[in-house]
């Protein structure tokens, strides 16, 4: 068994659950009750001060756990994370396409997270946004708890510049650069995005970089940060992104292909500096490779 060496959160829903074990039972209906209840009795399941609980501790509505993943087996991905820049308080890191930024699935250990805390040797370090595990390029790390909510407040303000890259079909038909806006909701199965009627939610300018004969390299620039964002609005205008297996259809699911990844990289981040209001800008060192689209 593949155990992870950080742990993942859950603050558990509104239930009329006795107990948090059954709790956690139901919220994660493809962990059998046995596995949930062997990983309380080895303490791999703590309460919100890190303590391990145990199978009769009371269910409470908010409840935060963390718990450690763990899989029979775990595919190894290939490509190295590229380190741009360590500082006090922030981490900027390139990550390959395939590798989660933090612990899902069947990934516990091949995640961009443990990969730089064991590089780095810093325990505290946390993402600020994140990836899709197909999607390469940049990624901020805050290094320390005490300052990790003035970096996380440029998100949530809006007040980072994010760009990416893509290469996809063209789109003669389209007028760009354009503004596609439009309201996303969960879709089925329960990891895909839609888009649906009502006021728009997302909102991202594509605009074209390099036309090619068969495929167009383009400039995306998200307002928002919904998930899989650029992945749906890109399908909605007539230009999946190449590689795509989720939009606009959904393919059926079968180990990954290294040769032919998702055709999507996160190439720049800027913003000001909450501490120093220095003017930050960070270029990803990973490019687009059309021999494998």
Known sequence: ?????????????EGNWACALDSLCACFPHVTRAQWLDRVRRGRVLDAQGAPIDEHAPYRAGMKLRYFREVASEPVVPGEVAVLYVGEHLVVVDKPHFLPVVP???????????????????????????LDRETAGLVLFSARKDTRDAYLSLFRERRIRKRYEALAAPLPQHALPCVHRSRLAAGDPFFRMR???????????VTVLEQGAHL???????????????????????????????YP??????ADDFTRPLQLLACGLAFIDPLSGQVREFRSGLSLDAATA
């Not at 069947?106 to 505290?124: D, I, K, S, Y």
Request: charged share 20%.
């Open 1 to 13: 068994m593949i155990s992870s060496s950080l742990p993942s959160t859950v603050h558990l829903p």
């Open 195 to 205: 888009e649906v009627p009502g006021e728009p939610n997302s909102e991202t300018r």
């Open 104 to 130: 899902a699935g069947r990934h516990v250990r091949q995640t961009l997270l443990a990969r730089l805390a064991t590089q780095l040797g810093n325990p505290e370090l946390a993402p600020l946004h994140r």
């Open 216 to 246: 167009w390299r383009y400039a995306l620039e998200p307002y928002t940060g919904r998930k899989h964002q650029l992945r749906v609005h890109m399908a909605a205008l007539g230009a999946p992104i190449c590689n795509d297996s989720f």
């Open 249 to 254: 259809d959904l393919r059926p699911r079968r």
